[in-house]
């Protein structure tokens, strides 16, 4: 480096106005130091397998990463990446005086080592969580604890993580004798935060019913290493919880989903009790139908969707697998057979009157559309456009020609064009909206929006899971679980984690 700047200022006879005024060896200096890797104190190897050039002439990016290289350990492999981070420095007056107030001038590019499990064995990804929650690889403990499952099982990783940082209090700890008090009270801190974040977010994987052994085995270490904690006091509850549970259950009944109150014909004919469908509000139905789909929505766990779960529950014996998605299936075809049978289970309906069932159910769509439930939405435009209602032509002639483009406009969003893009954009955008942006009927809509203002009423998005969950199987399908040397592949879950698409939901 020193060789660098000596041989720019050997250009310029000393004095020169030029070396003076000149910001280039500032801009070479930034980018030099951006790139400059020290790996002379590694003990573990590093394969450096891409590098490129930065041009000087080119603007620098303010944070960029990239990936340089692999560090292969015994059990482990891990990524090496360079990100750069620009710090911005305001100009000292010896800066400005000498005219130097450049953006190149003026920044100051910090680069950090980054270094990223990619497949390990089970023991190294536990062992990992601790140095990963306290360094760069934030993400990592929440990656883990929604994919594990795939690989391995909560008892395995719990025994794991509970015996390597066991016995936190006592000095005579083989590891805690190396650590000083500050070191040690981090260390239970960081137990902690993943301990608490585990049982928050993941309360399901202690539910081991009539032992509890995994619930119990941590409460016991919980006692001895943060005896009258709050993250122990939340473990008891949780295990109390689980027992009034389990009392509760058999008590239950079992909700049908296939009955739709207001369609189904009695078979012997007397439907004078039935409701009929046109004499409730568009709002209404599609606001029923919200609270059932928001209430589902709402209890569904998101490891639950992952490609090597889903993609076997047909198979014998796992019927039990992903009971919350399994739910949320079921609610949705159940609309759909309702928007069925209403249209298509009175025989003696004309064209006409068959049609006001259509424009009904277009109505409803538009206000689920409205609520931000794209379930429902996409269960009602699926009926709709099933072949036995779509071959409907005199009915569909008898279509409002307003109502037949409100159609057609929600379908589009459903577009399977591009991958479904259009709807996996507006998914993203309508995630973090405070109220739907339509463009169908925009006076209704910004009425809609003022009294939803005026009420305090914050809305959330219930998805259509669909997509996702096709998306997330076939990239199960395209991945190895393992590398060679039987070496648990973690990238493969880095890439199907689900959070992305498990949105904040608040009901009214």
């Not at 980018?31 to 002439?57: M, N, R, Y």
């Amino acid at each position: 480096m020193v060789n660098l700047m000596q041989s720019e200022l050997q250009r310029f006879p000393p004095g020169s106005p030029d070396v003076m005024f000149d910001a280039s060896a500032w801009r070479i200096r930034s980018i030099w130091d951006g790139v400059k890797l020290e790996v002379a104190g590694e003990s573990s190897p590093v394969v450096l397998h891409s590098f490129t050039q930065l041009d000087p002439d080119l603007p620098q990016l303010e944070n960029s990463t990239q990936e340089i290289g692999e560090e292969v350990e015994e059990g482990a492999i891990y990524t090496i990446t360079l990100r750069k981070v620009q710090v911005h420095q305001a100009a000292s007056k010896g800066q400005r005086w000498l005219g130097v107030e450049t953006e190149s001038a003026l920044s100051l590019y910090e680069t950090c080592k980054v270094r990223t499990i990619k497949a390990g064995t089970l023991e190294k990804l536990v062992e990992y969580m601790v140095s990963a929650f306290r360094g760069n690889d934030s993400t990592y403990v929440t990656i883990f604890l929604c994919t594990y499952r795939s690989f391995t099982t909560t008892k395995q990783v719990l025994d794991l993580l509970l015996n390597r940082y066991a016995k936190l209090h006592h000095q005579s700890s083989v590891e805690g004798s190396r650590l000083t008090h500050d070191d040690r009270t981090e260390l239970k801190n960081t137990i902690s935060s993943i301990l608490g974040a585990w049982l928050d977010q993941y309360s399901e994987d202690f539910w081991k019913p009539p032992e509890y052994s995994c619930l119990r085995r941590l409460i016991s270490y919980l006692h001895l290493n943060f005896p009258g904690s709050d993250l122990e006091r939340r473990a008891c509850n949780l295990l109390a919880q689980f027992h009034r549970r389990q009392l509760r259950e058999p008590e239950q009944e079992v909700l049908d989903h296939s009955a739709c109150t207001f369609t189904m014909l009695e078979e012997n004919g007397y439907d004078d009790d039935r409701p009929d469908f046109l004499s409730f509000s568009p709002a209404v139905v599609a606001e029923q139908f919200t609270l059932m789909d928001a209430e589902l929505f709402k209890k569904v766990v998101p490891y639950h969707c992952l490609g090597s779960i889903w993609s076997q529950r047909d198979k014998k014996g796992k019927e039990h697998l992903a009971p919350t998605i399994r739910a949320t299936v079921t609610q949705f075809n159940c609309v759909t057979n309702c928007v069925i049978a209403t249209c298509l289970s009175d025989k003696g309906l004309k064209p006409t009157q068959r049609a006001k069932v259509v424009e009904r159910w277009i109505e409803v769509a538009r206000e689920c559309r409205i609520l931000k439930n794209f379930s429902s939405l996409r269960a009602i435009l699926s009926a709709l456009q099933c072949n036995s209602i779509h071959r409907l032509k005199k009915t569909w002639d008898e279509v409002s020609r307003e109502n037949f483009r409100i159609f057609h406009e929600l379908s589009e969003i459903f577009s399977d064009e591009n991958n479904h893009s259009l709807s996996r954009e507006l998914l993203i955008k309508e995630g973090t909206s405070k109220f739907a942006t339509l463009e169908i009927n925009p006076k209704r809509a910004q009425k809609r929006h003022q009294q939803q203002r005026d009420l305090g009423v914050m809305q959330g998005t219930i998805p259509y899971l669909g997509t996702f969950l096709t998306d997330l199987v076939m990239m199960d399908t395209a991945m190895k679980d393992y590398l060679d040397g039987g070496l648990i592949n973690f990238e493969k879950r880095r890439k199907v984690r689900v959070d992305f698409f498990c949105l904040p939901m608040q009901t009214t």
